[in-house]
C-alpha cells in the first residue's frame, strides 16, 4: 500500500523505498479526510497527490485484497507509451469504480 504524507513533516529519506511529490491525479482525487480517492470536484481536472512513500516489490508480493486501486502511473496524460509502473492506493469505493474512471497518476499534466 502506498503511504502519503504532508511534504512539511518529512526531514530525509526513509531506509526503504523513497518518498515521492509532484503527481497529479486525473479522473478523482486523494481525499485527505478519508486517506483514500475520492471523487473529482467540479473544475479540478488535475488535483495534486500527497508526498507517497513508495516501496518497490516483486509481482507475486501484490496486494490484492479489498479496498485496493491499482492504480498506473504515467509521465503524461498521453498515457499508453509513457506509462512507468502500477501502485496500489486506498479505495472506500470498489476499485471497478475507479477503473471505469480511468483513475490514474501523472508526472505532468497537459
Do not use: N
Amino acid at each position: 500500500m502506498t503511504d502519503v504524507y504532508d511534504v512539511s513533516t518529512v526531514d530525509e529519506q526513509p531506509e526503504v523505498g523513497t518518498y515521492v511529490h509532484g503527481f497529479f491525479m486525473e479522473g478523482a482525487r486523494w481525499d485527505d479526510a478519508t486517506k483514500a480517492i475520492g471523487d473529482s470536484k467540479p473544475k479540478e481536472l488535475y488535483p495534486t497527490m500527497p508526498m507517497m512513500h513508495i516501496i518497490a516489490i516483486t509481482v507475486d508480493k501484490v496486494d490484492h485484497s479489498e479496498g485496493v486501486y491499482d492504480c498506473p502511473f504515467y509521465t503524461t496524460t498521453i498515457r499508453g507509451p509513457t506509462f512507468v509502473l502500477s501502485g496500489p492506493l486506498r479505495t472506500i469505493d470498489p476499485p471497478k469504480k475507479w477503473v471505469l474512471a480511468a483513475v490514474a497518476l501523472v508526472m505532468q499534466p497537459d
